[in-house]
């Protein structure tokens, strides 16, 4: 069965400290790796698709990264709207079949 | 009207009530999805079209019927709800990139059944 754990459940950082969220999964074939962003009340928020194992994407203060077993989303020198739940999902198999993680809570205090 | 769009935002019914819930993507996607989010749960997914033709259903129970009349256009048909069934509902949509999709979403409803 594919699945898509996160950690930490929930994060805490000050403005300006560094940090990274972790996604692990166990897909049969991954097709694509995703990150999304979801403030309160509102839909998800796409950042970044990973491919392969080695690739790399960045968005001004976030960088993602993928190897066969996890993907890490890095935050440097967070503010506080960076604050929001952020959601790994992976793409299994040959069809559009969509795993989500439960998603790390972040707050950054000023 | 950019993006995806989702009407009503917040809906109340009763279990006995049948209503619909309406999303429409204007980024000239030809896949679209209903996804449930439930408290303390992942998003799940709930149906798949692509090219307006069902692709997937996972396991969704039959109170819960979809429509994709066009590419543009997707519907969730609501009847004789769960308490349950109370969640976010949210509408995707991508493009079929050679078998690799990016999912953009709308806001959500917000459903709870009374």
């Known amino acids: 069965e594919d699945q898509v754990t996160q950690s930490p459940e929930a994060l805490r950082l000050q403005e300006g400290e560094s940090s990274s969220l972790n996604c692990s999964y166990t897909v049969s074939g991954l097709r694509g790796l995703f990150w999304y962003r979801q403030d309160p009340g509102k839909g998800p928020e796409f950042l970044f698709t990973?491919?392969?194992a080695g690739e790399e994407k960045e968005k001004e203060r976030l960088k993602a990264t993928l190897t066969k077993k996890e993907s890490f989303l890095h935050i440097t020198a967070p503010k506080p709207e960076d604050s929001a739940t952020y959601l790994c999902?992976?793409?299994?198999?040959?069809?559009?079949?969509?795993?989500f993680g439960p998603g790390t809570r972040l707050s950054v205090l000023p | 009207e950019t993006g995806v769009t989702q009407t009503p935002r917040h809906l109340v019914m009763g279990m006995t009530n049948k209503k619909s819930l309406k999303c429409e993507q204007h980024?000239?996607?030809?896949?679209m999805y209903w996804y449930k989010q439930s408290a303390k749960k992942p998003l799940e997914l709930m149906f798949v079209y692509s090219l307006e033709e069902r692709v997937e259903n996972n396991s969704v129970p039959s109170r819960f019927s979809p429509e994709c009349p066009n590419s543009s256009h997707l519907f969730l048909h609501l009847h004789t709800l769960q308490p349950e069934d109370s969640a976010l509902y949210l509408c995707?949509?991508?493009?079929?990139?050679?078998?690799?999709?990016?999912?953009?979403f709308g806001p959500g409803t917000r459903l709870t059944v009374t």
């Open positions: 995707a949509s991508s493009q079929d990139r050679g078998g690799r999709y990016e999912q953009y």
């Open positions: 999902a992976v793409q299994a198999g040959g069809g559009q079949n969509f795993v």
């Open positions: 980024l000239g996607h030809n896949a």
């Open positions: 990973l491919y392969s």
